[in-house]
């Protein structure tokens, strides 16, 4: 389970954020305590850890890239108990653990985590972040909520689909249709505008993309 940490919680200073998983027990990254404006990144790498990012063949992605993050450092489990088969699945030949987060780094070494390598949605081989989608979609006016999720399609193999709670009743498919066409690049737009009264959520509020995907 992803972890995401704040190291100072007093009122009126700065979060700092950090960022590991289960498999890190459980800190691989931090912001520095002492920053003085919140960076919205994971920060960089612990002392003695180390990242890089991957494609789906497990090579290096070019500088600028989104790419799986791959993490490996004294605090990165050595595999799943007796599970040698999902332990073959996460890491590589070289020690580093396959988060199954997409990540971008920016030139000083700050790591972001762009979403889930699961959630996203490859389009006639172009892939869609459906974080970048909702973000975009969610400043449409009379959006109260949004989830972007992929669908099988003949054609690209998947496409967009945007399941939206409305803020105002008078929200229409054209307008949001409309809107996704100028703020959109094409492949991201989406091909099914869906509208619901709420989304399937967690306890702790956090929309279940997988139990939109999976519903007929």
């Known amino acids: ?4 940490r704040c190291c100072r919680l007093t009122w009126g200073e700065v979060p700092v954020e950090g960022y590991g998983l289960s498999e890190t027990s459980p800190s691989a990254s931090c912001n520095p305590t002492d920053s003085k404006t919140f960076t919205g990144t994971i920060g960089v790498p612990l002392p003695s850890t180390y990242f890089k990012l991957l494609d789906d063949d497990g090579h290096e992605v070019a500088p600028g890239q989104p790419g799986e993050i791959a993490i490996k450092g ?4 050595a595999g799943y108990w007796q599970r040698p088969d999902e332990t073959a699945k996460v890491m590589t030949p070289d020690g580093y653990f396959k988060s199954g987060d997409i990540g971008v780094v920016d030139q000083n070494g700050f790591f972001k985590i762009v979403d889930r390598k699961k959630d996203m949605i490859l389009v006639s081989g172009f892939n869609v972040y459906p974080n970048e989608v909702e973000d975009i979609v969610a400043r449409l006016d009379g959006v109260l909520e949004v989830a972007c999720v992929g669908m099988p399609d003949d054609k690209s193999g998947e496409a967009v689909k945007l399941v939206i709670v409305k803020k105002t009743p008078d929200l229409t498919e054209a307008q949001v249709r409309e809107y996704c066409k100028t703020n959109l690049t094409g492949y991201k737009q989406p091909k099914v505008v869906e509208f619901r009264t709420d989304l399937p ?8 993309r997988r139990e939109l995907r999976d519903k007929k």
């Open 74 to 77: 004294p605090q990165v489990m």
């Open 201 to 208: 959520k967690t306890p702790v509020g956090k929309i279940l």
């Open 1 to 4: 389970m992803k972890k995401y």
